[in-house]
């Protein structure tokens, strides 16, 4: 059976290369193998992330590489450019494999038996859009799996620029003072409330009403407008403003608050591996398959090898609550603390890096601003250090983008949790849909996402096995800690933020 050759074939290939510091490597390419084998869905956690030096993604290419049939792996670009460029190349040189592995956009041919890497729009656009470049059947396997679900929204979403309002009334003359009359209504509304954080709004049941004034399937709308109407129409759908302040115009986006539905259709269409980091907390990932829309399928769950991928780390529980007004000085004590003993115990050397993760975008600005008050240049916010010794102050988005394009942190600051901030339209507009419904928006949505996001931020650290301090109290005091706990194990916690705890 593949399987058999599929773990003889890797387990010689990570001895030759001595690239075997995952531990789970050939239990994952045996699950992928049987799952091509019998055409069956499975969902894999692998417990780290493309940020990390565990190349996981050698347990789903080798079984790829020896099936005999054609396959698709979707992922990102960057993880694309990396399959590509090293782990295939490296693959196919030790079997001595001529199994042609692109990339594109369509499937090459009817007689194509190899692998085919394409991006997660072009397949979004075959299985949702219904452009059919892709044949049904063909086995696939979504990698980047943590990211599926905002890829999937962000397809999903109409957007209507302010061009959009001018090619309308362009092409409908005799309905264009009634349009033009809404989008100065609209206007006055959005841009009378408070200037937000994230530069957007939820509109609310009043605006979207003066949309509806408008909806029409007349033979003069244009096609974004046909599908803004279409997609307003769903009771999932919400609306929300995109406010350019600085030229008095908006753009408008209607959004799904949950992508099941859709997903559920395109994943009867193949045989699907789904390889995600950490997708829940649990081995079923239940929370996480009911959002995507996923039926019965196996799941594996793999943990972090508890000898090299552990962390040092502290959290204090003498801190105020970030919701307090003594929050904010309490922190940058407690960060200057830290940065005076990590840049004088242990080894230091220029390529030390401190990252601060700070998801209120007021209070990060107030810390980046301090901090270079008294470290200068070394203190860069929202942006990739440019001096040896760097401290980063970022946003939790930036650093999951790109933390891999870094040194791994030396120490990795927790300010607070990153629970997605209600001030977000995005955001919003999904915890209405969840309260709408009276479901438990916190359970359901923030917690998941806070414990996925904590796990992908420390995968860098886990590489240096650094440290991670977790200056948010919320984690010890409140009923949820536990979970919190769990998502940064396996850790070694320590009590004091002295000498000792950067010493390696």
Request: hydrophobic share 40%.
């Amino acid at each position: 059976m593949i399987e058999a050759e599929v773990h003889s074939s890797l387990r010689g290939f990570l001895r030759t290369s001595g690239d075997d510091r995952w531990p789970h490597h050939l239990t994952m390419a045996r699950l992928v193998a049987r799952a091509l084998r019998l055409g069956r869905d499975a969902l894999i956690q692998t417990g780290v992330f493309p940020a990390s030096e565990e190349r996981y993604a050698l347990s789903y290419l080798m079984p790829v590489l020896l099936w005999s049939g054609g396959a698709i792996a979707v992922a990102s670009d960057s993880v694309r450019k990396r399959l590509l460029s090293v782990e295939i190349p490296q693959l196919q040189a030790w079997l001595g494999s001529e199994k042609p592995a692109i990339e594109g956009d369509r499937w090459p041919g009817e007689g194509f038996n190899g692998l085919l890497l394409t991006s997660p729009q072009a397949w979004l656009d075959d299985r949702l859009g219904g452009v059919e470049r892709f044949p049904l059947d063909i086995p696939t396997i979504v990698d980047e799996a943590d990211d599926w679900e905002r890829w999937a929204r962000e397809y999903l979403t109409v957007c209507v620029r302010p061009r959009d309002w001018t090619a309308w009334m362009a092409a409908d003359v005799g309905f264009a003072n009634t349009i033009r009359a809404v989008r100065v209504q609209l206007t006055k509304s959005i841009f009378d409330r408070p200037e937000n954080p994230y530069g957007g709004s939820l509109l609310d049941a009043d605006e979207r009403g003066w949309l509806r004034e408008i909806a029409t399937d007349g033979e003069n709308v244009p096609p974004v407008w046909r599908r803004f109407w279409q997609q307003l129409r769903s009771k999932q759908c919400f609306v929300w403003a995109a406010i350019d302040r600085t030229n008095g115009t908006f753009s408008l986006y209607c959004s799904p608050a949950e992508v099941a539905d859709a997903l559920s259709l395109a994943w009867k269409q193949q045989p699907t591996a789904i390889v995600g980091g950490a997708l829940g907390v649990d081995r079923d990932a239940l929370a996480y398959r009911q959002r995507l829309g996923l039926g019965d399928l196996t799941c594996v769950k793999f943990t972090p090898d508890r000898q090299y991928s552990f962390v040092h780390l502290y959290a204090p529980d003498g801190l105020p609550f970030p919701n307090t007004p003594q929050f904010r000085d309490a922190l940058l004590e407690e960060l200057h603390t830290l940065i005076r003993i990590s840049s004088t115990s242990g080894d230091v050397s220029d390529d030390d890096l401190i990252a601060i993760l700070i998801g209120d975008v007021p209070l990060r600005s107030i810390v980046g601003a301090t901090l270079a008050a008294e470290f200068g240049s070394r203190v860069r916010v929202d942006a990739p250090p440019n001096q040896p010794r760097g401290i980063l102050v970022v946003g939790w988005e930036f650093w999951r983008d790109r933390q891999g394009e870094f040194p791994p942190p030396k120490l990795l600051v927790i300010a607070t949790l990153p629970f997605p901030s209600l001030e977000d339209p995005l955001v919003a507009g999904r915890v209405a849909y969840y309260k709408q419904l009276r479901k438990d928006w916190f359970r359901l949505y923030l917690l998941p996402t806070a414990l996925s996001e904590l796990q992908r931020s420390i995968a860098s650290v886990r590489n240096g096995r650094g440290v991670v301090a977790l200056l948010d109290v919320r984690a010890i005091y409140r009923s949820y800690g536990e979970q919190i706990f769990s998502a940064l194990s396996p850790y070694a916690r320590v009590s004091s933020p002295e000498a000792g705890l950067f010493e390696t």
